[in-house]
């Protein structure tokens, strides 16, 4: 038997862990020897290339692990495949997937399996089915399939739950197997601690699928961190919804890294009610260089209807203390909430910037909410009058309070400040806020109308007109472009529109570029920032790519 596993990633450095996990899974308990390879591509890679791959392998099954943003895609090449080879079972999975299973597989009847939330056990039990000859798969939880035209759904159950363990370490790593060269991931590598959410935001499914955190065993954990260490990986991040959920837990693993760390930096989801000065201090100590904390708004109704019970803006101490630490602090925003206006929205990326005076050290990460299908909010769809795509990625058009055009303003603002920060990377926040004072704006007004501007600009609003702004990566084009611009462009260029009205004269210009000039020497900012540090690049380019400018809440998948 020949599996071939796939995954269309945001970017040539990242990689599936799942389908990882599912190939560490399936080579243990497997009670027959299956040959399992994982192909990672590009969402930028053609169809022809991707499916060119695919079957020279020759393969009996193919698996995609899909995302909002592959999904579409890898309907398409699911149906060349059985063309191709008729005889080729296709599975798919993934997070997104599993919140619509039974439309996924109506849709696209060439599909043969949808395997729902965790796939490990679920998979392996289907490889042994298939090889045994069986033609009925009632007996595998977390299954949906096609029998005589209809479509049946078998129930998907906690792993844990139902080996009764106390632990997901029944899941084998696949780096402690040798299943990954570690040469692919000397730069950047994953690791999943726990899986699963307390929390009940209106927004996301994960605690709809779990209901509860589950964890590895500190051993398992401590013992992949170790291998990792060992082998200088640069950077590692943890896909935890949040690390120190745990906080005794959190302290063992920060002091076994304190104990055993080489030079790998470390990134991670926190919340930051959890944080106290002495985790702080741990995380420091511990290499860790950024975390990533939600804010989504700050207008306490706002939090209220999407059931979010955090509020940033309680944990100013402690903000002030991790930038003491020079921790950068990465701060979702989201756009489109129920009840929000484009002012709203406004108000809290402006939060962002207010909070941090003087350190550049903390960076809003802009989001528009999805409704996603099998969450609190697309149960309340109707009430809150949200239009979306009903298809992946399920993006918001508008809603009660956000007119069409209030998204299209956030667009030109997300538009403005991704072009700044690939541009400038060293220092947009310094170069966004000190235009916004000069210039008497707030910054997000200040984004807003470069946005605009760029759209008039006749290169810029070919760029803007055919960018899926929802999957900002994975435009060729502009991904193209911003490579190539990313370390060279003339300041000027962006500020000729700021003003309410069109420029006449060169003297705002002027005053503008005068003003950034007088700024960068005062503050001495080409010194303390010559380079973006190594380690900050990395995690902007993973935010970008694994959350596609951070337009959707999502697991990795």
Request: hydrophobic content about 40%; charged content about 25%; overall charge neutral.
């Amino acid at each position: 038997m020949k599996v071939i596993l796939v995954s269309l990633n945001c970017g040539r450095m990242y990689y599936s862990l799942s389908l990882l996990l599912l190939k560490a899974y399936a080579k243990k308990y497997l009670p027959f020897s299956a040959n399992i390879q994982i192909l990672n591509f590009s969402i930028n890679d053609t169809n022809h290339y991707i499916l060119r791959k695919i079957l020279q392998e020759e393969p009996d099954i193919v698996g995609f692990s899909n995302m909002h943003h592959s999904s579409s895609k890898t309907s398409i090449l699911s149906y060349l495949i059985k063309e191709i080879r008729p005889k080729t079972i296709i599975v798919h999975g993934g997070s997104e997937i599993s919140l619509f299973k039974k439309t996924f597989l109506k849709n696209n009847p060439m599909i043969d399996f949808v395997v729902e939330n965790e796939g490990e056990k679920t998979f392996t039990d289907l490889l042994v089915a298939i090889k045994e000859g069986k033609s009925c798969f009632d007996e595998i939880s977390g299954l949906c399939w096609q029998r005589d035209g209809k479509i049946v759904r078998n129930p998907p159950e906690i792993l844990v739950e139902k080996m009764k363990l106390n632990y997901l370490d029944i899941i084998p790593s696949p780096y402690l197997m040798g299943l990954v060269n570690i040469n692919d991931i000397q730069n950047f590598a994953l690791l999943e601690a726990s899986r699963g959410c307390l929390f009940k935001c209106s927004f996301c499914c994960e605690s709809r699928w779990y209901g509860k955190v589950y964890y590895y065993s500190e051993d398992r954990v401590c013992e992949e961190l170790l291998y990792l260490m060992k082998n200088n990986v640069r950077a590692i991040e943890f896909l935890d919804t949040s690390f120190v959920l745990d906080k005794v837990r959190a302290h063992h693993i920060l002091e076994f890294i304190i104990q055993h760390n080489r030079n790998t930096v470390f990134f991670s989801e926190m919340i930051l009610s959890r944080l106290d000065d002495e985790l702080i201090d741990l995380l420091v100590r511990a290499n860790f260089k950024a975390i990533e904390t939600g804010l989504q708004s700050i207008e306490s109704k706002t939090l209220k209807d999407i059931n979010r019970p955090f509020l940033v803006a309680s944990d100013k101490k402690k903000i002030d203390k991790m930038k003491e630490k020079e921790l950068y602090i990465f701060v979702d925003v989201m756009a489109g909430l129920p009840g929000e206006t484009i002012e709203d929205f406004k108000r809290s990326l402006d939060y962002v910037f207010e909070i941090d005076e003087d350190t550049f050290s903390i960076i809003p990460v802009l989001f528009l909410t999805k409704i996603l299908p099998g969450s609190a909010l697309y149960e309340k769809r109707e009430e809150y009058h949200l239009i979306s795509n009903k298809e992946p990625p399920f993006d918001l058009f508008c809603s009660k309070d956000l007119s069409i055009y209030g998204v299209e303003r956030i667009l030109c603002i997300g538009f403005a400040f991704i072009i700044l920060q690939f541009n400038i990377p060293n220092f947009y926040i310094f170069v966004i806020k000190t235009l916004s004072s000069s210039l008497s704006l707030s910054p997000s007004t200040l984004l807003e109308r470069m946005g605009n501007y760029l759209q008039k600009h006749p290169f810029y609003s070919k760029i803007y007109s055919i960018t899926n702004f929802w999957e900002f990566q994975g435009n060729l084009i502009l991904e193209s472009y911003l490579s190539l611009r990313q370390h060279n462009i003339p300041l000027d260029f962006f500020f000729q529109y700021i003003s309410e009205e069109p420029i006449k004269t060169k003297s705002l210009v002027r005053r503008t570029v005068s003003t950034l000039k007088a700024a960068f020497a005062a503050e001495d900012i080409l010194n303390k920032f010559p380079t973006q540090p190594w380690f900050l690049r990395i995690k902007l380019s993973y935010l970008i790519s694994r959350y596609n400018l951070r337009f959707s809440p999502s697991t990795v998948s």
